[in-house]
């Protein structure tokens, strides 16, 4: 027992609504390139041919290669940061000044390219080297200090080729060259003239400083100016001064204090009339309290006195010789020393040689007391009027600081500058002479690796090969295509379900049957009984399995079989599925119902006699008219003989009884229709059936015979169970490929007509 193919109508292209679909599809390219592929391969021959001659005609190309070394000069070890020559021409933009305008004159001048039979009657000789001249960098990176460059130029003549390369590199060696000088000339001379600026600047401010000198008093120069620091101080500084006659004046308050208090004990002791002696004895008292304060004081104040008596000798002798003995401030300096010189004899410290003072101020013996109150009366005064003077020396000697710092700040402003300017100078005098170092090591150096040379040029060969057979094949495409537009045939499988919008059962490939030679045994038209093994015996199982399907869904059990047109295959398709679904057990019924051309007969070697005719004229009871055949299960009702009015026949009310009378006999009923197209037979028939197929043969039916099929079946309402197509070839428009799958066992079996065995009724 065969193992049959299982079936699910749900994956049926055909079970989506028929309604949904397209007009016609999209031309499938890649089945019309299989399709017309030796046409293909036949413009493909002819384009090479005329490529070649192209070729030829044109004549050949060689092309000049060159390699050139661009690298970086040495460079002194300086750093990058200190550098005053900046590299010029990166690796990265070698290729693009190489290809520029500016090179390409330097080349046709160098060259003298405008001789070159290549370029003769160019009116452009810089655009024409350009559009041939190719650059690439094959090895080295942006930054790196090496950078390989390739230097190509096509020409038909080897010679002009060679030429062009060469020239386009000695022109880019030259502008290296010149960019390098250039570039070093103009730094250099930045330098010499940032060097000079400042020299100048240097000599301004120097002036400026020694104008501010000579505004400086002498008595502050020590103390201002670039030696300041190492010179031998001969001023005391005014802070200095201050401080000190501020603690003298405070000395000078507590002195003037202890006077005041001691005067004043005298006088009330005066004038209480105490004992002489005992007023006496407290002088004595006093006295010797002043011994032991002039002791331990007396270094101090000799100190004291000492450092203010050699500046004012000093100052006295200045101002002597510079305004004369009656100005106020030799007045006033004599004064000091005079009473600075009385201090120093009152404590009895020995005058500096040549102090002396007049005669007049000597002292003179008198009486104790007398002498101690004339004595502190004087000292009261003296401390009184040295409160005054130290008052007016500190006053005078905050002028004198104020004016100092004034000074002292204008100094160093200017004596900054100048040293700012010096070290700048002397750095940019540095940066000079590395320019004159770096600009023989500036830029870059051209190096060429290797000789020029010349090949053809293979490319604009297998252009011309390649654009000729391009050429071909679209010419023979485009001619394939038109023939495909122009051409309205159904092409494949979904061209018949897109365009009838029926559900396709199912499609058997295109055989032609051998020659009925032998007229004993079965037609080879009868695929599924001669040659069982065979790929369209395996699709007219396939049709019986998605039949059944159908059949079921649609309780459908007599079924008109029909066509758009003679020759499309009907009556085989269904003498071939009645014997399919016979030898799978079911009761089956062939009626012939094409009155008009009945073929039945003839495939199953039967004798036309009484058939379907005679049946609707009453003549013969139905049953009486059917025969057995060789097949187990399957009867047939031959057509008869022509009647004269096939159609008025048809519509005779017997037509519903005879086939309701067989329906109850087998399990399905098969009339033979003629075509839908022909005559109006399949319609009468197909009101008294439960469905009906349509059977269409691919490259033989075309759109419009499609389009009016579908349209008298939607006019006359018939019920469709589906379609078959005929014709079909192996490929993934019609489904599953069983002719690998077949052909062992075709190969290992022949084809035996004698199947008595298995056909026997």
């Not at 021409?89 to 693009?96: L, Q, R, V």
């Not at 401080?243 to 006077?259: C, M």
């Not at 494949?492 to 009838?500: A, E, N, S």
Request: charged share 25%; with cysteine.
């Amino acid at each position: 027992m065969k193992q049959e193919f299982e079936f699910h109508a749900d994956s049926l292209p055909g079970h989506i609504n028929p309604d949904d679909e397209a007009q016609r599809l999209p031309i499938n390219y890649i089945q019309l390139a299989i399709n017309n592929r030796w046409w293909l391969l036949c413009g493909l021959a002819a384009g090479l041919v005329l490529g070649h001659l192209a070729y030829t005609k044109a004549g050949p190309e060689y092309e000049a290669v060159a390699q050139i070394l661009v690298s970086r000069k040495y460079m002194p070890p300086v750093r990058e940061s200190e550098r005053m020559l900046q590299d010029t021409g990166k690796p990265s933009e070698h290729i693009p000044l190489i290809v520029s305008p500016m090179i390409a004159e330097k080349a046709i001048r160098i060259g003298n390219l405008k001789d070159l039979p290549t370029f003769r009657g160019q009116s452009d000789l810089v655009e024409a080297v350009l559009d041939g001249l190719k650059v690439k960098r094959i090895s080295g990176q942006d930054r790196s200090h090496f950078s390989v460059l390739e230097v190509r130029y096509p020409s038909r003549v080897p010679a002009d080729a060679r030429q062009v390369v060469k020239a386009v590199i000695e022109a880019y060696d030259e502008y290296l060259i010149e960019e390098s000088r250039k570039h070093s000339s103009e730094v250099l001379t930045l330098a010499k003239k940032t060097t000079s600026d400042l020299q100048e600047k240097i000599q301004l401010k120097q002036s400026e400083y020694n104008d501010f000198l000579q505004t400086v008093p002498e008595e502050f120069r020590s103390n201002v100016g670039p030696k300041a620091q190492n010179a031998p101080t001969t001023n005391i500084s005014p802070e200095d001064v201050i401080h000190t006659l501020g603690e003298e004046r405070n000395r000078n308050r507590i002195r003037q204090t202890e006077l005041r208090s001691r005067q004043k004990s005298l006088e009330n002791a005066i004038a209480a009339g105490d004992p002489r002696d005992a007023i006496e004895q407290e002088i004595r008292r006093f006295m010797n309290a002043d011994g032991r304060t002039e002791r331990n004081s007396r270094s101090t104040e000799i100190s004291i006195y000492q450092s203010q008596l050699l500046p004012l000798l000093l100052r006295e002798q200045d101002l002597a010789r510079s305004f004369g003995k009656d100005h106020p401030d030799l007045i006033s300096a004599r004064e000091s020393i005079t009473k600075i010189v009385e201090t120093f004899q009152k404590l009895g410290v020995q005058l500096p040689e040549g102090v002396e003072l007049p005669a007049a101020q000597r002292p003179k013996a008198i009486d104790y007391v007398g002498i101690y109150m004339d004595s502190l009366r004087r000292q009261i005064q003296e401390v009184e009027l040295k409160e005054q003077e130290l008052d007016a020396m500190i006053k005078s000697e905050g002028i004198r600081s104020h004016n100092f710092a004034s000074f002292r700040a204008t100094d160093q402003s200017l004596n900054s500058e100048l040293i700012q300017l010096k070290e700048l100078w002397k750095k940019r005098l540095d940066r000079e002479g590395e320019v004159t170092v770096e600009k023989d090591t500036n830029g870059y150096s051209l190096k060429t690796l290797a000789p020029v040379k010349d090949a053809l040029v293979l490319k604009r060969l297998m252009k011309f090969y390649f654009g000729g057979s391009v050429f071909g094949m679209f010419v023979v495409a485009i001619i394939c295509l038109l023939r495909e537009l122009k051409d309205l045939t159904l092409k494949d499988v979904r061209d018949v379900r897109t365009t009838l919008r029926q559900p396709v059962l199912g499609s058997v490939v295109a055989f032609e049957p051998p020659a009925d030679n032998d007229r004993a045994g079965p037609h080879p038209a009868l695929r599924y009984l001669v040659a069982s093994h065979s790929v369209e015996a395996e699709d007219y199982r396939s049709i019986r399995t998605a039949f059944l399907v159908t059949a079921e869904q649609h309780a459908a059990r007599t079924v008109l079989i029909s066509s758009a047109e003679p020759g499309d295959g009907k009556t085989t398709l269904v003498c071939n599925l009645a014997i399919a679904l016979a030898q799978s057990g079911k009761k089956i019924l062939l009626i012939d119902g094409d009155l008009r051309r009945p073929n039945v007969h003839n495939l199953f070697r039967l004798a036309p006699g009484i058939g379907f005719t005679e049946v609707l004229s009453g003549e013969i009871d139905p049953l009486n008219a059917i025969r057995p055949t060789i097949i187990n299960g399957l009867s047939v009702m031959t057509a008869g003989h022509v009647p004269a009015n096939p159609a008025e026949l048809l519509s005779s009310p017997r037509l519903h009884q005879i086939i309701r009378d067989v329906r109850d006999e087998y399990d399905f009923v098969f009339i033979d229709a003629p075509p839908l197209l022909a005559v109006s037979d399949p319609c009468i028939l197909a009101q008294h059936t439960d469905g009906m197929l349509i059977v269409s043969r691919i490259n033989k039916n075309t759109r419009a015979a499609a389009i009016r099929v579908r349209e008298i079946i939607q006019d006359q309402r018939l019920r469709v169970l589906g379609a078959v197509a005929n014709g079909a070839t192996a490929g993934p428009n019609r489904g599953y490929n069983y002719g690998e799958y077949l052909s062992a066992n075709q190969a290992a079996k022949s084809i035996t007509p004698d199947r008595s065995s298995e056909l026997v009724s």
